[in-house]
């Protein structure tokens, strides 16, 4: 089901999703033409897309939605019990978002950060459905090593947990004076306005932290990524594909820009992880010379 609650910004409609396994997520949407799908990082939610939808709307239907149990502090869905980060499951949710937006044309689908734990299964397996896709300083290898935080959040023993919900809630002490410091460190692109909604709508939302835990517990296992760089060959095979990578992210190393398979990798000097806020007109201009090409 499929509700209108608002109007961002003028010309960006808001809406809640529902879907039948139980999910709500907010979606943002704006533009006319050809779908562009994005697909968001962590700790972050749909906004992250807004500069570049400004840029493409001209050209595009740019959806992009809250990755599930993600969102603003005063907007985000929590997860029901059941729902897990299996790659079917995250497939499923794909999937009927897209049928409950009444998208069933060819899609240009970018992909951020945990957005590529989604999206690479989702377009290996809808191949005919694909224009292009635009990978952004994502996660999509095998055995990757994490940074040592995430394997913190994914401890999944009962004393694990317990230090792992500290820990995370830790982030939100002192109205999220602690993150916001470290994360203003690690990320200094990042205008104040950015920071502070990252401090609001991560380190202060209980919801976002408490996804991120049963997220995380399931994606830094061992063997999670198995199978991913078969399909990643699988999508550049058959579509357009383009790597456009933010140099010094502490999150994800430089490397790892050359080990997606794509024919072309742009490295933004700088731009450091928050490539769709940091450099959006760089995104912009490759998924619109892609869509030329068409």
Sequence with gaps: ?????????????????????????????????????????????????????????????????????????????????????????????????????????PITLVVHDIGGIMGVPWAARHLERLTSMIFTNTVVFPHFKWFSLAYRWGQDDPVGRFGA???????????????????????PQLSRPEVDRFVRDFALNPIAKQTTLREFRQITKPAFFDGYDRLLHTITAAVPTVTVWGAGDPYVPDRFANELPTPQTLVLPGVGHWVPIVAADSLAEQILARRVEL
């Design 1 to 105: 089901m499929l509700e209108q609650v608002d109007q961002v910004e003028g010309s960006t409609k808001e809406h809640v999703v529902s879907l039948p396994m139980g999910l709500r997520v907010r979606t943002l949407e704006a533009g006319t033409g050809p779908t562009v799908l994005l697909l968001h990082g962590n700790p972050d939610n749909a906004d992250e897309w807004k500069p570049l939808m400004g840029l493409l709307k001209s050209h595009f239907r740019c959806i992009a939605p809250d990755l599930p149990g993600y969102g603003r502090r005063a907007g985000t869905y929590a997860l029901p019990d059941n729902y897990n980060y299996s790659r079917e499951a995250q497939i499923l949710f794909v999937d009927t978002m897209l049928a409950q937006l009444n998208i069933e044309g």
């Design 165 to 187: 919900n500290m820990s995370i809630q830790a982030l939100g002490w002192f109205r999220g004076w602690l993150f916001r410091r470290v994360f203003a460190q690690q990320h």
